[in-house]
T-cell receptor, first 116, second 109 residues
Framework: EAGVAQSPRYKIIEKRQSVAFWCNPI?????LYWYQQILGQGPKLLIQ????????DSQLPKDRFSAERLKGVDSTLKIQPAKLEDSAVYLC??????????????FGPGTRLTVT | DAKTTQPPSMDCAEGRAANLPCNHS???????VYWYRQIHSQGPQYIIH???NNETNEMASLIITEDRKSSTLILPHATLRDTAVYYC??????????FGTGTRLTIIP
């Protein structure tokens, strides 16, 4: 089966600019996650969607970050305006909600953002 | 905060078994132990998970102590492609994954 797709793979912007990332999960996966991974750290969950509803956005900096999953399939994550500390890899993951599944998450390759 | 403790780095000779330890002394009865790994420039990849019994799949084996306060991930015949950061995570059901800093495993030729 096709994996989680993300684009772009790399992005360089100046501080105060805006940027958007796109994610297409594995077909049929109802749950979609966005993570931020700063160099040298493990991924940190930013937001979790169940279909097109938000389950957890407690660690999303809502003054500058926004995310949507309008049709319950693909998703976009936006940063506006970007700060230097937003430089990180942004990972998208998806999981199936079938009963009895292991709840394993499948990750995309990530988007590496550099803010200068 | 991560509920697990792992050594920051380990080396293993190619072809030998790699044994990665994880301490989770505060684990509760309904929390599973999950292992993921992240190869350089890729997203994390699920390896294996277990509750109390030892588990084995095509990638690895998971040994959980009887008191469940620690576990060991075993890669039976490590190859260079197993060089990665390995994350041990405890979670309940579909609770969110909380990653620590993991163990950086280097396979030595």
């Amino acid at each position: 089966e096709a994996g989680v797709a993300q684009s772009p793979r790399y992005k360089i912007i100046e501080k105060r600019q805006s940027v958007a990332f796109w994610c297409n999960p594995i077909s049929g996966h109802a749950t979609l996650y966005w993570y931020q991974q700063i160099l040298g750290q493990g991924p940190k969950l930013l937001i979790q969607f169940q279909n097109n509803g938000v389950v957890d956005d407690s660690q999303l900096p809502k003054d500058r970050f926004s995310a949507e999953r309008l049709k319950g399939v693909d998703s976009t994550l936006k940063i506006q305006p970007a700060k230097l500390e937003d430089s990180a890899v942004y990972l998208c993951a998806s999981s199936s909600d079938r009963w009895g599944s292991s709840y394993e998450q499948y990750f995309g390759p990530g988007t590496r953002l550099t803010v200068t | 905060d991560a509920k697990t403790t792992q050594p920051p780095s380990m080396d293993c000779a190619e072809g030998r078994a790699a044994n990665l330890p994880c301490n989770h002394s505060t684990i509760s009865g309904n929390e599973y132990v999950y292992w993921y790994r992240q190869i350089h420039s890729q997203g994390p990849q699920y390896i294996i998970h277990g509750l109390k019994n030892n588990e084995t799949n095509e990638m690895a084996s998971l040994i959980i102590t009887e008191d469940r306060k620690s576990s060991t991930l075993i890669l039976p015949h490590a190859t260079l492609r197993d060089t990665a950061v390995y994350y041990c995570i405890v979670r309940v059901g579909d609770e969110k994954l909380t990653f620590g800093t993991g163990t950086r495993l280097t396979i030595i030729p």
